[in-house]
C-alpha cells in the first residue's frame, strides 16, 4: 500500500498530543521559574530601594539631596 491506513494515523495523531502535551508542560513549568526569579529579584530591590531612600546611605553628603540623611530633621 502507497498511502497510511487509520491505524497508522491514528497513532501519528496521538503522538503529536502526547508531544505537545509534553511541551507545554514543560513551557508552564518553565514560565512558572522565572516568574518566581523575577518576583524575589524585585522584591529585593525594591526592599534595598526603600532602605536607602528612608535612612539614606551615607553620613555627611549624599547623592540623594532631597531626602533626610540618617534621620536628621
Do not use: P, W
Not at 10 to 34: H, T
Not at 43 to 55: C, R
Amino acid at each position: 500500500m502507497i498511502g497510511m491506513n487509520s491505524k497508522s494515523t491514528g497513532q501519528a495523531v496521538v503522538e503529536y498530543v502526547l508531544i505537545l502535551a509534553i511541551m507545554a508542560f514543560i513551557s508552564v513549568k518553565a514560565a512558572g521559574s522565572v516568574r518566581k526569579t523575577m518576583n524575589n529579584a524585585f522584591g529585593q530591590f525594591s526592599k534595598v530601594l526603600s532602605i536607602h531612600l528612608t535612612v539614606g546611605v551615607c553620613k555627611d553628603s549624599c547623592f540623594f539631596s532631597g531626602y533626610i540623611n540618617g534621620g536628621e530633621n
